[in-house]
Protein backbone atom coordinates (compact mmCIF):
# COMPACT_ATOMS: atom_id res chain seq x y z
CA UNK A 1 0.00 0.00 0.00
CA UNK A 2 1.16 3.24 -0.76
CA UNK A 3 2.38 5.57 1.85
CA UNK A 4 2.62 9.44 1.69
CA UNK A 5 3.77 11.81 4.59
CA UNK A 6 2.20 15.52 4.31
CA UNK A 7 4.06 18.16 6.59
CA UNK A 8 2.05 21.45 7.57
CA UNK A 9 4.74 23.45 8.91
CA UNK A 10 3.41 26.95 10.20
CA UNK A 11 4.58 29.48 12.43
CA UNK A 12 2.25 29.87 15.57
CA UNK A 13 3.17 32.44 18.97
CA UNK A 14 1.77 29.61 20.87
CA UNK A 15 4.44 27.54 22.03
CA UNK A 16 3.84 23.73 21.07
CA UNK A 17 5.52 20.79 22.80
CA UNK A 18 8.48 18.79 20.77
CA UNK A 19 6.44 15.67 20.77
CA UNK A 20 10.00 13.88 20.63
CA UNK A 21 7.90 10.35 21.02
CA UNK A 22 5.74 11.36 17.93
CA UNK A 23 2.29 10.91 19.63
CA UNK A 24 -0.58 10.55 17.89
CA UNK A 25 -3.47 13.21 18.79
CA UNK A 26 -7.04 13.81 17.02
CA UNK A 27 -6.39 17.08 17.90
CA UNK A 28 -3.12 17.21 15.30
CA UNK A 29 -5.68 16.25 12.34
CA UNK A 30 -8.25 18.85 13.05
CA UNK A 31 -5.58 21.61 13.32
CA UNK A 32 -3.72 20.89 10.50
CA UNK A 33 -7.12 21.06 8.46
CA UNK A 34 -8.01 24.14 9.67
CA UNK A 35 -4.62 25.59 9.04
CA UNK A 36 -4.47 24.19 5.32
CA UNK A 37 -7.84 25.64 5.17
CA UNK A 38 -7.60 29.24 6.54
CA UNK A 39 -4.12 29.58 4.58
CA UNK A 40 -6.31 28.46 1.22
CA UNK A 41 -4.01 25.96 0.55
CA UNK A 42 -5.22 24.10 -2.88
CA UNK A 43 -7.92 21.28 -2.04
CA UNK A 44 -5.67 18.70 -3.15
CA UNK A 45 -3.41 19.19 0.22
CA UNK A 46 -6.35 19.14 2.39
CA UNK A 47 -7.46 17.05 0.99
CA UNK A 48 -4.53 14.48 1.51
CA UNK A 49 -4.68 15.95 5.17
CA UNK A 50 -8.15 14.51 5.36
CA UNK A 51 -6.72 11.01 4.45
CA UNK A 52 -4.29 10.95 6.57
CA UNK A 53 -4.81 8.09 9.31
CA UNK A 54 -1.99 9.14 11.32
CA UNK A 55 -1.65 12.49 12.81
CA UNK A 56 0.95 14.11 14.59
CA UNK A 57 1.71 18.04 15.89
CA UNK A 58 5.34 18.81 16.38
CA UNK A 59 7.09 21.70 17.63
CA UNK A 60 10.20 23.11 16.35
CA UNK A 61 12.32 24.29 18.42
CA UNK A 62 15.41 25.86 17.30
CA UNK A 63 18.95 24.95 19.21
CA UNK A 64 21.88 25.87 18.95
CA UNK A 65 25.22 24.32 18.28
CA UNK A 66 26.53 22.54 21.26
CA UNK A 67 29.62 24.30 22.37
CA UNK A 68 31.58 20.63 22.94
CA UNK A 69 30.25 17.16 21.97
CA UNK A 70 32.49 15.36 24.31
CA UNK A 71 32.17 15.14 28.15
CA UNK A 72 34.33 16.70 30.17
CA UNK A 73 37.02 13.68 30.75
CA UNK A 74 36.10 12.88 26.89
CA UNK A 75 34.58 9.26 27.50
CA UNK A 76 31.27 10.41 25.76
CA UNK A 77 30.95 11.48 22.33
CA UNK A 78 27.76 13.33 21.02
CA UNK A 79 26.98 12.72 17.09
CA UNK A 80 23.30 14.25 15.36
CA UNK A 81 20.52 15.46 16.73
CA UNK A 82 22.60 14.86 20.60
CA UNK A 83 24.82 17.82 19.86
CA UNK A 84 23.10 19.84 16.70
CA UNK A 85 19.33 18.87 16.88
CA UNK A 86 18.37 20.15 13.02
CA UNK A 87 15.25 22.05 11.94
CA UNK A 88 13.10 19.97 9.53
CA UNK A 89 13.03 22.40 6.84
CA UNK A 90 16.09 20.99 4.51
CA UNK A 91 15.79 17.27 5.36
CA UNK A 92 19.16 17.25 6.71
CA UNK A 93 19.19 15.33 10.15
CA UNK A 94 19.52 12.13 9.57
CA UNK A 95 22.48 12.82 6.61
CA UNK A 96 24.41 15.08 9.19
CA UNK A 97 24.67 12.34 11.79
CA UNK A 98 25.84 9.76 9.47
CA UNK A 99 28.76 12.07 8.26
CA UNK A 100 28.94 12.63 12.17
CA UNK A 101 29.48 8.87 12.27
CA UNK A 102 31.62 8.17 9.79
CA UNK A 103 34.07 11.12 10.43
CA UNK A 104 33.90 10.30 14.59
CA UNK A 105 34.92 6.30 13.35
CA UNK A 106 37.66 7.71 10.60
CA UNK A 107 39.37 9.80 13.26
CA UNK A 108 39.50 7.23 16.06
CA UNK A 109 40.39 4.87 13.92
CA UNK A 110 43.57 6.76 12.97
CA UNK A 111 45.07 7.12 16.90
CA UNK A 112 48.26 6.05 17.18
CA UNK A 113 48.81 7.06 13.47
CA UNK A 114 47.85 10.47 12.51
CA UNK A 115 46.23 11.36 16.46
CA UNK A 116 48.44 10.82 19.13
CA UNK A 117 45.56 10.69 21.60
CA UNK A 118 41.69 10.43 21.50
CA UNK A 119 41.60 13.56 22.39
CA UNK A 120 43.39 15.00 19.45
CA UNK A 121 41.23 12.53 17.49
CA UNK A 122 38.06 14.38 18.96
CA UNK A 123 39.64 17.95 18.33
CA UNK A 124 39.86 16.95 14.99
CA UNK A 125 36.31 15.28 14.78
CA UNK A 126 34.76 18.36 16.24
CA UNK A 127 36.67 20.59 14.17
CA UNK A 128 35.80 18.87 10.65
CA UNK A 129 31.94 18.82 11.40
CA UNK A 130 31.31 22.25 13.33
CA UNK A 131 31.60 24.33 10.41
CA UNK A 132 29.44 22.82 7.79
CA UNK A 133 26.68 21.64 10.25
CA UNK A 134 26.22 25.20 12.12
CA UNK A 135 26.14 26.45 7.96
CA UNK A 136 23.65 23.86 7.52
CA UNK A 137 21.33 24.62 10.59
CA UNK A 138 21.30 28.38 10.19
CA UNK A 139 20.67 27.82 6.66
CA UNK A 140 17.42 25.64 7.74
CA UNK A 141 16.26 27.97 10.34
CA UNK A 142 16.35 30.81 7.24
CA UNK A 143 14.53 28.50 4.96
CA UNK A 144 12.13 27.90 7.94
CA UNK A 145 11.86 30.89 8.37
CA UNK A 146 10.29 32.02 5.10
CA UNK A 147 8.58 28.98 4.53
CA UNK A 148 6.21 29.77 7.90
CA UNK A 149 5.39 33.02 6.98
CA UNK A 150 1.59 33.89 7.20
CA UNK A 151 -1.20 36.66 6.73
CA UNK A 152 -1.06 37.76 2.98
CA UNK A 153 1.91 39.56 3.32
CA UNK A 154 3.69 37.26 4.67
CA UNK A 155 2.28 34.34 2.17
CA UNK A 156 3.30 36.67 -0.97
CA UNK A 157 7.11 37.58 0.20
CA UNK A 158 7.43 33.77 0.78
CA UNK A 159 6.12 32.99 -2.84
CA UNK A 160 8.35 35.46 -4.61
CA UNK A 161 11.53 34.69 -2.33
CA UNK A 162 10.30 31.31 -3.27
CA UNK A 163 10.10 31.73 -6.74
CA UNK A 164 12.95 33.63 -7.11
CA UNK A 165 15.15 31.06 -5.13
CA UNK A 166 13.84 28.23 -7.76
CA UNK A 167 14.77 30.84 -10.96
CA UNK A 168 18.34 31.68 -9.74
CA UNK A 169 18.90 27.62 -8.63
CA UNK A 170 19.28 28.12 -5.17
CA UNK A 171 17.28 24.55 -3.99
CA UNK A 172 19.84 22.63 -5.97
CA UNK A 173 22.46 24.37 -4.44
CA UNK A 174 21.65 24.16 -1.08
CA UNK A 175 20.22 20.53 -1.19
CA UNK A 176 23.50 19.37 -2.96
CA UNK A 177 26.12 21.49 -0.47
CA UNK A 178 23.86 19.92 2.51
CA UNK A 179 24.60 16.52 1.27
CA UNK A 180 27.84 16.56 0.29
CA UNK A 181 30.16 14.82 2.88
CA UNK A 182 32.14 17.36 5.14
CA UNK A 183 34.20 14.53 7.31
Same mark, same amino acid.
Given at each position: ??? %???????? %?T???? *?????? /????????A????R?????????E?I *????R?? *?I???????M????????R????G????? /??????????????D????AD #??????? %????????L?????? #????? *?????A? #????????????????????????????????F???????? #??
Amino acid at each position: SRR %DIVAVCYH %DTKRVQ *ENAAWH /MTDAAKIAALSIARQTGMPKTIVEQI *EACDRTF *EIGVHYHNLMPTWRSYKGRVVLLGDACHA /MPPFMGQGANQALQDAYALAD #RLSRIGM %DYGSTSEALDQYEAV #RKGPT *EAIMQAS #RLIGFVETQGGPVGTNLRNLALTIAGIIGIPKFVLSNGSMP #RV
